[in-house]
């Protein structure tokens, strides 16, 4: 919403001689119009110190001198591998698995059980979306959720799409391998299940296909 976008238009410039690059109230303004109009992402006033930190990082690796160059090259032809690269920058990724499990319970005791319901013979057809799956925790929890609470899962048609509007997170995420202390919030019935160990040290867990 527009009110949610308001800017403190005030003629002082915190940032301005404060850092390694000027930034104005026309170059933050630039950059939440941008990134909103792309990814539909928020970003008040209160957040103008954390995009000043992390996109001062895409101009030092495009060797850029000042805001207004890189305001240039994100609307110039060349400039879609950038904006990926901005909205990787931008975007805060906090997960685990089963994070905030009763999500994960009622996906077993109630819409699973909905979707299976009144199927007979017939096998039933499951779409979940997982629209901000980040690394993939996410996809993964409710993958382990249906094959522990449906028992015939085989010969039922399930698909489970994981989408995140930073491609980093969804390239991690579609390697299935993780650190063994991110397992650790994986119950250890389904950890053992579903995970093996990547590398011999047993350092990196990965998920098998089952």
């Known amino acids: 919403m527009e009110t949610n976008l308001a800017m403190n238009r005030s ?14 109230d026309a170059d933050y303004k630039f950059i939440y119009r941008f990134i909103y109009d792309q990814t539909g992402i928020v970003l008040g006033d209160n957040k ?9 990082r895409r101009l030092r690796a495009n060797k850029l001198t000042s805001f207004a160059e890189y305001r240039e090259l994100l609307e110039s032809s060349g400039g879609h591998e950038e904006m990926l690269q901005m909205i990787n ?12 499990n009763h999500h994960f319970e009622h996906l077993a005791n109630v819409t ?7 199927t007979g013979s017939r096998p039933a057809r499951i779409r979940i979306w997982s629209a901000g799956c980040s690394s993939g925790q996410e996809p993964f929890s409710i993958a382990m959720t249906a094959h522990k609470s449906v028992s015939d899962l085989a010969r039922h048609d399930l698909k489970i ?11 991690r995420g579609s390697t299935g391998e993780y650190a063994s202390y991110e397992t650790d919030s994986i119950p250890a019935d389904l950890r053992h299940k579903h995970l093996v160990n990547a590398d011999a040290a047993g350092n990196r867990l990965r998920f098998t296909d089952d």
């Open 48 to 56: 103008r110190e954390m995009v000043y930190g992390r996109l001062a």
């Open 112 to 118: 699973l059980k909905a979707a299976l319901a009144n």
């Open 11 to 24: 003629a002082t410039n915190p940032l301005q001689g404060e850092h390694e690059f000027s930034f104005s």
């Open 161 to 171: 799409l994981a989408t995140d509007v930073d491609s980093n997170m969804v390239a």
């Open 89 to 100: 920058a931008l975007t805060t990724n906090l997960t685990k698995f089963f994070r905030e």
